[in-house]
C-alpha cells in the first residue's frame, strides 16, 4: 500500500471512529471530557454508558485527574467528581488491606438513586455511574472486560 493510500484509510478510520463517538454520545446526549484519551478508549467509553442505566464513565489517575470521561450533563465538573472518586477508592483499598483482604478490585458506593462502580486499572481507575435498577451484574462484568482493553489504549 502506498504513503497516500495509508493516509487516505487512516484518516477514513479517524472519521468512521470520530462518527461512532458522535452516534454514541448522542444517543444519550452526553458529552466527553478532555482529549488524553486515544479514540480506541474514548469508543470504549461509550460503549459502557450505552448499557442500559448507565449514567456516566469516566477514567482518573491515581493521582485524581481526569484523564477522560462520558458524562451526561454539563453542570456536572469532572475534575471535582475524580478527586472524590480516589477518594472513595483509595479508602476502600486500605480498609481491605488493613483487614487482610488485599487490594480494592472493584468498589461499589450505594445511594438511594444509584450506584457508582470504581474498578481497578492499575495506575488508574474506571468509575461507573448508574441509575438505580440497572443491570449491575452486567455493569460489573463490563468494568471487568473493558479496563484491559481501556489500559492498553491509554
Known amino acids: 500500500m502506498s504513503n497516500v493510500s495509508t493516509l487516505i484509510h487512516a484518516n477514513m478510520r479517524n472519521a468512521y471512529i470520530e462518527a461512532d463517538i458522535n452516534i454514541i454520545t448522542q444517543e444519550k446526549e452526553y458529552r466527553t471530557w478532555g482529549s488524553h484519551m486515544s479514540e480506541i478508549a474514548r469508543r470504549i467509553l461509550g460503549e459502557i454508558t450505552r448499557i442500559e442505566g448507565v449514567r456516566a464513565a469516566i477514567v482518573v489517575s491515581r ?28 479508602a476502600a483499598d486500605k480498609l481491605g488491606k488493613d483487614f487482610g483482604l488485599g487490594s480494592s478490585d472493584i468498589t461499589s458506593v450505594e445511594y438511594t ?42
Do not use: C, H, T, Y
Not at 468509575?127 to 440497572?134: D, Q
Open 113 to 154: 438513586n444509584g450506584i457508582i462502580m470504581i474498578g481497578s486499572m492499575g495506575e488508574n481507575v474506571l468509575a461507573v455511574v448508574a441509575e438505580r435498577g440497572a443491570m449491575l451484574g452486567m455493569i460489573r462484568n463490563e468494568i471487568k472486560k473493558q479496563k484491559e482493553r481501556l489500559r492498553a489504549a491509554i
Open 63 to 90: 493521582d485524581g485527574l481526569v484523564l477522560d470521561a462520558v458524562i451526561p450533563r454539563r453542570d456536572i465538573n469532572a475534575e471535582d467528581i475524580a478527586v472524590a472518586i480516589m477518594q472513595i477508592f483509595n
